[in-house]
């Protein structure tokens, strides 16, 4: 605001000295947005003033700023608009001294980027390792865009598992499976300081000679640590072996910029890949607890029926089923299927169907029992229903019951007196 003021006033370098106060001051404090914005002002500024010379770093820094806030229209109508200016920048030209220095954001920090980056490439590589969630799509996406964007040939990512790191995704540019082996000295070194270690000559470099395996070295090696708030997640391995010097300060930075959203995405799949493994060992349990509650749903339902029919050895090949409550279609033949499982496995010959306890006793109740009855001497044992006075089977034989060679007795008592004894009825 002071740098508008003093350049509306007439005072024309004083505001130019303001406005270097602004992008410096905005750049020390991380806001890119402002520290472009006043970069572009200056520009203009000096461009009112015909000093396009001097304009020109100003212009150049306000499109890497607004490029590495992400604002891609900005960028086009900057260039565009200065498109001439733009095209006779020569690559000598530095931006000028008050221009923003190092952006520092959680555990990154990240120098002005060199003008032959392709941010908007990088970004939009940063967004598609960002969207991932599951783990092994992940470790996919982040190999391919680490080979796209550095020039690496093969690339490994290590992670720690069971307390050492190991591979957990390769690839390599051509057919054929990528080599896994890594320099496990290299790895230790990296693990150790926590920095990245380039190697422009690696077959040349004393100091990591001899563990590469049988090979002498790749020609140049990139290896980077993955941190999340100081913390080691992994490490990147990247080799090129047309070439000594492939990994240039660009690609380090490069490789720097999307190790740090890596680091993140990898322990936010890491999470999720837990939560998703504990749901599924809850869904597992609770399956199986449902299945149990089945279980013994039906392990219930037939003790609820034995209890209701029980089956008692009265003495020698006798057999008594005390009936109670109601005889539907299903308890008629879940209590035929007992009483014939038991009369066969006892060799009865007599069984005695106690119906005194018989809620009602209806046309279709009675036909139940005849046709157990009947299934009885088909067993060879006789079957007597008792608890039937002579007045409740002159009613059922008004229905329509058949009762022809079905034994009827008052109680029990008389019941047993009739296999025992053979008494009349």
Known sequence: MEAERLRLSGEPWAALDRYDRAIQGAGASGQIHEAALGCELAARHLLALDKPRLAQPYLVEALHGYRRWGARAKVQQLQAAHAALLRRRSTSVAPPSSAPGPVTGGNVTTEPLSPK??????????????????LDRLLDQLMRVLLENTGAERGLLLLPRGGELAVAASLQVGEGAP?????AAVVSYVERTREPLVLDNAAADARFAGTFGGASGPRSLLCAPLLDRGELVGLVYLENNLTTGAFTPDRLHVTSLLGAQAALSINNALLYATLERKVEERTAELRERNEELERSKVLLAQLADELSTPLIKLGDRVLMAPLIG???????????????????AERAAHVILDVTGVSRMDEGTAGHLVRLVRAAALLGAEAILAGVPPRVATSLVSLGVDLS?????????????RCYRGAPL
């Not at 980056?117 to 991932?132: F, M, N, P, T, Y």
């Not at 109601?326 to 014939?340: G, K, T, W």
């Not at 029990?412 to 007196?417: G, M």
Request: aromatic residues 0%; proline residues 0%; negative net charge.
């Open 326 to 344: 109601s005889v539907d279609d299903a308890r008629a033949a879940s209590i035929m299927d007992r009483v014939l499982s038991a009369v066969s």
């Open 179 to 183: 080599d896994v082996a890594v320099s």
């Open 117 to 134: 980056l392709d941010v908007g490439s990088i970004l939009k590589a940063a967004r598609a390792v960002a969207s991932e969630i599951v």
């Open 405 to 417: 060679g079905v034994s009827t007795v008052r109680d029990v008592k008389a019941a047993l007196d």
